[in-house]
């Protein structure tokens, strides 16, 4: 009888402790993971305008290295996640790029015109197509 | 005779200017902030999304967002994960619209400065249901640009959102919602 309540116990700690764990499971470290696809940003956009739905199967939540050139200055509209945008060669649309604020101070060095790889989760298309979690990778 | 058709046609320019309109702007922003808030005496529920995209037709008062589901940032990446797979389904449906207007906007001038009062009404799509929306609203213009502020509640149910029994008592059956945009003008 002892046996079994002991057992119980543990496997009820076991519970607890996993369900504890999950529930304060940290976000996906996108820095930290290989990329799934490197492409450009005239690509990527392309991509999806031409078949939104075969580019959401193909990108939505998966973690992308895009290169392309900076177009404007640093966004700061939001403080909470700076932007950065990409050219694509359309007129309508970029690649947009969302920070972490703890990057804003290095973000803003880099100059309008210039040429950056972008890691970041890509989360589909409005106007442009848009990732988030991003990190410059040299 | 020469003198009065150059004073005429100066007197025409300057009347012309003096009814400069709004028509033709459009003004955008592909970094607007939707953020909405779930309260329960169990749990407090919030989310940021940072990458709202709206066009806003100054003559019409026509306006458009488009929100994707996915870039709905969760302090929790485990509710983060239920909300995209099992509440709105992101995978199915990416994006939530608004299609709808200002009601008023002949009382907003996009040229002074100032702080504007708007009443906006049109239909809202999350997942596959489509309703209708009304709300107050603020704008205030400041040179070339214009903030738009403005909350409202929605009823999941509405929407097909389902909550699990297990969660009902951690998820509000209304939920609010803020909108925080920064507009600017769209060159074309």
């Known amino acids: 009888m002892k046996k079994t309540l002991i057992i119980i116990a543990i496997l009820a700690l076991a519970g607890i402790i996993f369900a504890y764990l999950m529930y304060n499971k940290p976000h996906k470290d996108v820095a930290g993971t290989p990329s799934d696809f490197q492409i450009s940003a005239a690509e990527l956009y392309k991509a999806f305008n031409e078949d939104e739905a075969a580019a959401n199967t193909k990108y939505l939540e998966k973690i992308i290295e895009v290169q392309g050139i900076i177009v404007g200055d640093l966004n700061t509209d939001n403080p909470a996640e700076p932007s950065l945008f990409l050219e694509t060669g359309d007129d309508f649309g970029v690649v947009s790029c969302g920070f972490p604020q703890s990057q804003t101070e290095e973000l803003s060095q880099l100059k309008s015109g210039s040429t950056v790889k972008v890691k970041g989760l890509c989360k589909g298309k409005t106007m442009d197509v848009v990732l988030t979690n991003c990190t410059i990778i040299e | ?188």
Do not use: C
Request: glycine share 4%; aromatic share 12%; no cysteine.
């Open chain 2, 1 to 188: 005779m020469k003198k009065t058709i150059l004073f005429l046609f100066a007197a025409l320019l300057i009347a012309g200017t003096a009814f400069k309109t709004d028509e033709g702007k459009k003004f955008f922003t592909r970094t607007g902030h939707i953020w909405f808030y779930s309260h329960t005496s169990v749990e407090d529920i919030e989310a940021h999304n940072y990458k709202v995209s709206s066009v806003i037709d100054a003559a019409s008062g026509a306006m458009e967002f488009s929100v994707l589901m996915t870039a709905f940032q969760f302090e929790k990446a485990l509710m983060q994960e239920h909300f995209n797979e099992n509440y709105v389904e992101s995978t199915k449906y990416p994006k939530a619209t608004f299609k709808g207007k200002i009601s008023n906007i002949k009382d907003v001038n996009f040229s002074k400065d100032g702080s504007y009062s708007v009443t906006v009404t049109g239909n809202l799509t999350i997942k596959d249901k489509t309703n209708p929306v009304s709300t107050k609203g603020t704008l205030v213009v400041k040179g070339d640009q214009f903030t738009a502020s403005s909350k409202f509640r929605i009823k999941l149910a509405d929407y097909n959102v389902e909550i699990p029994k297990m969660v009902s008592n951690k998820i509000a059956e209304e939920i609010d919602i803020n909108v925080d945009m920064i507009y600017a003008e769209m060159k074309r």
